[in-house]
């Protein structure tokens, strides 16, 4: 409203001093011209900047300044006063429709040339039950290591076997040598299981269970999701009550039907806000707020009592960053791809805080921090060896989940 009000003042009040000199200056002038252009590409300009530099850069402003105002010069010179502007409406047709073909043709080819332009090609998602790449290009192991274990998504007969009336997700990691298909078969059988229970944060483990089940034949993986597999971390900053409840209990029992003395636990979730210019609001730093459920600690006990092995992972890095935004040269420009590792620290110290006192009710409890997989001695990064740890910007990509897995099979 507030140019439209301005621009009817100036109208009204007609070329009248003092506004003559106004309306005659030159630089004026010639931003009228060229208004419409200049606001055709200024907001293109400063999107595509703020994504290739970072919204914390340097560069991105000057960057957007700079190829708006050559995009609107050009877009002035050669389109609106260029020999467009005196074509017939058949040439303009013409014109129009080649380049309409162009862009379909070049969308018809974009994926083949991104080889040749050097643009990485990744799997995005960590929890793809049948990709073997992001083990086998993360850890430069051959096919027939990374094809020795296999990821079933269960379907909802399988899983009404194993917990009738239960609303879960699951997916089983098993060797591709065992051609067991009944479930409860398998579950019970086998050296060891390895249970991960949480929702999106856990599902996106599924190449970091593979690479564990890969190395030990006789291991047998478990991860239990919701439906959909959205919210419902088990010790979340933000525990929903209402809605997560009903699932802690469903997870944890299924658990405690098939595990056995010397099974491995591990809860994953997201413990802090996914970005951090929000880690200073409410629920994260309200000591009261709920981190989860009623059944949640007597669940842990009693897996504690059958020989269960339970882990906490502690936080890892959250980016204000998509993992795939960091790769390459861009990785170099945005500061957003890197934190200081003591910022990191001094971030999570409330989520690690609530661990450790969790650990003081439940000895035996085990708080695994992978903050050395993420950080070195000075700074966190979004990436590892050019590949992107994260998928977004807190949940790990195959190639982080598959380093995960193998910083995993390291610990005691």
Known sequence: LLPVFASGVLLSFGVVAPLTALVQCHLLRFLGRISYSLYLYHWPCIV??????????????????VSTL???WLSYRFVEQGPWRKASLAQLAVAGGLGLVSLIGFESQAERLRGPLGLATFSELAWDPNDPQPINQLLGRNAKYTNDAVTIPLTPAQIKQLTPGLAL?????????????DTQQVLRGGEKRFFVVGDSHAGSLAAAVRSMVAAKPGL??????????????????????????IY???ALALVQRFAKPGDRLLLPSLRMPRLSPRLSFA??????????????????????????????????????VLGKQCLGWQEKLKLECHQSRQDFEKDR??????????????????????????????????????????????HLSAYGSAALGEWLQLQP
């Open 48 to 65: 595509f900047s703020r994504y290739l530099f970072g919204s914390q850069s340097g560069y991105w402003l000057p960057a957007a300044l």
């Open 70 to 72: 050559i995009f609107t």
């Open 169 to 181: 997700q699951l997916l089983l990691v098993q060797s591709s040598k065992v051609s067991v298909l």
């Open 220 to 245: 047998v993986g478990l991860l239990i999701t919701p439906p959909g597999m959205g919210g419902c971390s088990l010790i979340s900053y933000s525990f929903d009550l209402s809605r997560c409840s």
């Open 248 to 250: 802690e209990a469903q």
């Open 283 to 320: 629920p994260y730093i309200n000591p009261k707020t709920p981190l989860m459920g009623p059944s949640f600690e007597p669940g842990l006990q009693k897996l504690q009592r059958q020989g269960v092995r339970i882990g906490l992972l502690a936080p890892w890095p959250v980016y204000n």
């Open 349 to 394: 110290n409330p989520a690690l805080q609530r661990l450790l006192q969790l650990q003081e009710r439940l000895p035996g409890l085990e708080i695994i921090d992978p903050i050395n997989l993420f950080c070195d001695q000075q700074k966190c990064s979004s990436s590892l060896g050019g590949r992107p740890f994260y998928s977004d910007h807190d």
